[in-house]
């Protein structure tokens, strides 16, 4: 891993992430926070995909929540630099329509970058983070639904089982 996986930026009503290295389960759920303060006061999510080798199901789920959400409250999201094989893994669950890709991250407005940290770990908001974006993906191509039947299954298994461990 690199030291900053994932930076961000927030300039007025627009924000700018930066997606470095493997984009995975670990960032995704301070990203999910962002995905669930979305508003129409936020003009445009710009994401600059230049540096990301990989990115995991849980990964492009979020993405693909904030994808979603944007269009409900008329939210631009824009992708740009991201690498074909990266962009083929969005294409394969078939959110890619969710986003405008730009192949030049010089067009993207630059910013002043403040690294996104991984949150202390915890297991259910983990769980609880892993079924919704997964949900996401069935939500927003139905075709991901037997890719990721199990998945769900197992995430939902888990933030019961965190959830009557916490009652105790």
């Given at each position: 891993?690199q030291?900053?996986?994932i930076?961000?930026?927030?300039?007025?009503?627009?924000?700018?992430?930066?997606?470095?290295?493997?984009?995975?389960?670990?960032?995704?759920?301070?990203?999910r926070?962002?995905?669930n303060?979305?508003?129409?006061?936020i003009?445009?999510i710009?994401?600059?995909?230049s540096?990301c080798?990989?990115?995991?199901?849980?990964?492009?789920?979020?993405?693909?929540?904030?994808?979603?959400?944007?269009?409900?409250?008329?939210?631009?999201?824009?992708i740009?630099?991201m690498?074909?094989?990266?962009?083929?893994?969005?294409?394969?669950?078939?959110?890619?329509?969710?986003?405008?890709?730009?192949?030049?991250?010089?067009?993207?407005?630059?910013?002043?970058w403040?690294?996104l940290?991984?949150?202390?770990?915890?297991?259910?908001?983990?769980?609880?983070?892993?079924?919704?974006?997964h949900?996401?993906?069935?939500?927003a191509d139905?075709?991901?639904e037997?890719r990721?039947?199990?998945?769900?299954?197992?995430?939902?298994?888990?933030?019961?089982?965190?959830?009557?461990?916490?009652?105790?």
């Open positions: 891993m030291d900053k996986d930076l961000i930026s927030n300039s007025g009503n627009v924000y700018n992430i930066k997606v470095c290295g493997r984009a995975n389960f670990e960032y995704a759920v301070p990203l926070h962002l995905a303060c979305l508003n129409s006061n003009e445009k710009c994401i600059d995909g540096e080798t990989f990115m995991d199901s849980t990964f492009m789920g979020v993405m693909s929540m904030i994808g979603l959400r944007s269009k409900k409250c008329g939210t631009k999201v824009e740009y630099g690498a074909p094989n990266v962009r083929a893994l969005l294409k394969g669950l078939g959110v890619d329509k969710l986003f405008t890709f730009f192949d030049n991250v010089n067009d993207m407005q630059q910013s002043s403040e690294e940290a991984k949150q202390e770990k915890n297991m259910l908001e983990t769980a609880e983070t892993v079924s919704e974006a949900k996401v993906l069935v939500e139905d075709s991901n037997a990721f039947h199990d998945v769900i299954k197992f995430a939902d298994e888990d933030i019961a089982r965190l959830r009557d461990a916490d009652k105790k």
